[in-house]
Structure formats: structure tokens, C-alpha cells
């Protein structure tokens, strides 16, 4: 927009309150805006929107980093094949073992692995992913176990792709980072990586291979953020298009410092945070139905701050190191670091972290701030995904699934793994939902209380 239009934007906002996807015309009017006050409209148009499909849940994982192999040259991720100070590794599946069983002691259900692209000598990729996946679902401690595995890896064949569906994984996440064609050329010198159409096409494979949950994004920082936003919603304009489904997810990094990636200290197109707010109001606005993940790259108090403009999905107790769930992060636990299953030296990182807090507490932050934290993974189960996900997420009536769901997998965590503040604080927070819910939901939600308390777990609806 070349001048504010105030009636013009009142339209787009009076429009998201339907729950339909903008158009890139309408997508790029609001990330043009200036006015303080007129922000703040999109803020509150976005929180409405968040909580008329989804409620007040926010979903939490943890990345696991399996390797930190990687033959890609990314001028500004620590992994890049010529950062020569980075310790290598990847996790063998004694290892990876060991960091789910620690994951689980905190209370984690869901698991981002993550890789670089490039295996331990003797395996091929595909073949170290599955036996990955594999492996963090048949840990356990007790009766708690992983209740699903989403995957961040390199682009596959086809073929490829059949093998990791098979796996079981729920959403396979991959990042553009940056659709400016030439900005792409310039930040991966080197490596599979280098070929900006073949990472592009990585998702039309994944849903030819009948993997239908997908997750994009770009990186902020790399080129200017309004590009960057419109070349993401234009590629959400394909899938839809190509697979009448677009992503289940879409992430907003911003680049984060990262020992031996110079570049990553100084972005060439840092994006201010007030802007970053707008973003993801906006993509909040566009893609109503998406779920918006923010991970710990950013600070707590922004992560927070966040959470009222759309986002959904938060990572917690992130570390971006393969082992890097290990013994010195146990302090306060009670788990002697000879029976943690830890990991006896952690690799290089990824990048740095904003938000250090413990699985504890940023349930305790989601509480106070009035957000059912969720570790719900029911859509996979039911076969919630791709299009029949769509037809309950797009009209919003996904949300009293989301809701039932959070509160039940919320009273699983508080039963095993509150302490005694924040099981007070849950309790009366399921309470308070308990009475909004309609005389059938409540009779239900009892039942599973009931199961709950008898010692089952993995409850849902």
C-alpha cells in the first residue's frame, strides 16, 4: 500500500474474523503498515483468531539433535562443513536411548529430531533417520513413552520419503530459509544444499510419498523479512493448490549466533522485533488454520509475548547439541548422573539459545499467562492430518478437540511430574476450563480423569 487506508485494512480485518485465508495483496497490506495504533489492531485480530481455532492450548516438544554430521557449506549455521572447530557427532542408538529416557524423566511426549545432512560412515540417511525414529519410540520409563515423532532433515527421493512415512512420523518439518533465489545461491556455497529447486520441491515429494503433515518456514535474517513472508505464503498458495492441504506447521527462526558462522553474529537482514511481532501476527491472519511454532531461539519474554499473536506450538528445555541432554543439565532432579542414561560428551551446537527455562518452568509461565500447556499428539492417532485436518482446522472446529485434549494431557504431567506449586496452579486451571465445557464434555472429560487417575495414560479424544 502506497498510503494508510484505514477502511481498506478494516475490510482485511473484518474478513479474518470468518476464519479465511488472505490473499497476498491482503497478507502484504498489513505487513505494510506503520501506525502504532493500527498494529495493535492486528494484534488483537490475530489473538482472536488464535484462540477461535485452536482455544487457549499451546503445545509443547523438544528438538532432539541426532547428529551434527553435515557436508553442507551454510555461511550461518555452527554445522557447515568447513567450521573445522566444530566437535562432530552422531548419536548412536544406545545414545539417543539415553536422551529420550532423560526427556522423559521431565515430562516431554513429543520429539522434534533434528540432523544434518550427512550420516555415520556405514549408513545411508534414510537408513539412520528411521532407525532414529525407531529407536526414540521404543524408549521408555514406565509406562511413559514418546507419543510421536516429527522429523527435520534433509530433502529425500521419493522413495526416500515412502521409508520415513513408514517410520511412523507425524510432521516432516523443512525450512526454505531464504526465497530469494540469489540471497539462496550466496548463503550455501557448497554441498546438496547449494541446489535452491531441489529444497524447494522437498515438500511436493514428501505429499507424493503420502506424507500429508507438512512444515516450512523461512530463516529471518538472511533477506528483507517482507520478501521473505511473501514468498512463504506464496508457497502455501502451491500446496494448497497442488494438494488442496497446506503446512500443518510454519516456524519462524530468526538467526541466532552460532560459534564458528561468522555471519550469524551479524545478519545482513536483521529484523527488528517489533516487526517480528507484526510477521507473526500477519501469518496468524493469512493461515488461519496452521499451527505457528516458536522455538527457543528467541528470549522467554518474547516467546510470551507471542503467544497473543498467533503462535501455538513452543519448544522448551532445548538443547542444540547431539548428547546435549546430559548430566549438567540434571541439577535439582534428584537423578544421579550415573542412572540419567546421559550421554558422556555432548557436540557442537547449532546456534545459541534465548530461552534456557525448564519444561517446568514454561508450563508454569503458559499457566500464569492463562494457556493450557498441551502435549496432545491425538491427530496422529485418529488420522487427523492432511486434509481431514484441514476440514476441522479451517472452520475452527478442531479447537474443542485441542481443548479436551490439553486439559487431559495436562493432568497427566501434573500427576507425574509437577511440583507442588505447579500442580496447585494446573489443577485450578483445569478446573476453570472444566466449567466452561458443555454438560456431554464434562461427563467425558471425568471418564478420562478416571482412567487417568487409575494409572492409564495417553488419553485422548
Known sequence: MDKFDSLKLDAILEKTKSLKRLTLEESAALLSVKDPEYIQKIFKAASFVKDAVYGRRVVLFAPLYISNLCVNNCQYCGFKS???????????TSEITQQIQWLLRRGHKRILAVCGEASPAGQSNIDYYVQAVETIYEAAIGKHKIKRVNVNCAPLSVGDFKKLKASGIGTFQIFQETYHDQTYRA?????????????????????AAGIDDIGIGPLYGLYDWR??????????????????????????????????????????????????????????????YTGIIMSTRESAVMRDALLGLGVSQVSAESSTSPGGYSDNRDAGTGIPAEKAGMVSEKAGSQFSLGDNRTIEEVVASLIAHDYIPSFCAACYRKERTGEAFM??????????????N???????????????????????????????????????????FLHVDSGLRDEYV
Open 227 to 288: 520478501f521473505e513472508t511473501l514468498g512463504l505464503l506464496s508457497h502455501i498458495e502451491h500446496m494448497e493448490k497442488e494438494f488442496n492441504v497446506g503446512p500443518h506447521t510454519i516456524s519462524v527462526p530468526r538467526i541466532e549466533p552460532a560459534e564458528g558462522a561468522m555471519l550469524s553474529f551479524n545478519p545482513p537482514h536483521k529484523i527488528s522485533d517489533e516487526d517480528f511481532k507484526k510477521v507473526v501476527a500477519v501469518l496468524r491472519l493469512s493461515v488461519p
Open 406 to 448: 490439553a486439559l487431559i494431557t495436562l493432568k497427566e504431567y501434573l500427576d507425574d511430574f509437577a511440583s507442588v506449586a505447579v500442580k496447585d496452579a494446573g489443577y485450578k486451571m483445569i478446573g476453570h476450563y472444566f466449567k466452561q465445557l458443555e454438560p456431554v464434555e464434562q461427563e467425558m472429560l471425568k471418564l478420562f
Open 82 to 92: 568447513d567450521n573445522s572447530g566444530l566437535k562432530r557427532k552422531a548419536l548412536t
Open 391 to 404: 476440514q476441522m482446522a479451517k472452520p475452527g472446529t478442531i479447537k474443542g478437540k485441542c481443548s479436551m
Open 187 to 207: 548463503m550455501h556455497l557448497s554441498g546438496p544444499k547449494s541446489d535452491p529447486d531441489n529444497r524447494i520441491s522437498a515438500p511436493d515429494r514428501a505429499f
